[in-house]
């Protein structure tokens, strides 16, 4: 099985892509997902998050609180290092069992979507990336509408991300989400169906 990886800063549209591949037939593994996974109450994760950041980042019934601890890791290098040091080796042991289970299936391929991908040195496990990329001003009035969220919180979050740019020097494929889903649609189908022409 060959391994797909999709990434891209906050607000490209990574998702939709994926969402189009999962349409084609191909499974994807969510990786920020599996992130969120890894600290749920009574994990051994959400354990070292607890004691790395205090009760302040539990709700009211003992769950991490993604919205409080975001708040203090995207404000902060050294507390966003931390957290990354926490949760990315136990995201990539959820992420590589999917995959083993997908493999085992007899899947050809398989999408992993990871926001982090590239900073978290995970590209030996792809054969393949896929960088999505969308205009900055797409992507704030894109974070309004769908999530809320305000101008600052995208530019503050954007800040502690790989730009587009240097991820678009790994890629092996890029897609500029600049148009209408239509257009997205057509370029992902146009490379994933020169990914199945592959020779296995």
Sequence with gaps: M???GVTGTIGSGKSTVCRILEQLGCPVVDADLEAHMTYRRGTRTWEAVVSAFGERVLTSEGEIDRKA??????????????????????????????????????????AVEATLLIEAGWLDAIDRLWVVTAPRDVVMARLARDRGQGAHAVRTRMARQMPAERMMEYADDIIYNDGDMQALEERVRALWNALIRQPA
């Design 2 to 4: 060959k391994v797909l």
């Design 69 to 110: 601890l975001g708040s203090i890791v995207f404000a902060n290098d050294e507390a966003l290092a931390l957290l990354n040091s926490i949760v990315h080796p136990a995201t990539r042991r959820r992420v590589k069992r999917r995959l083993t289970r997908l493999r085992n299936e007899g899947r050809a391929w398989t």
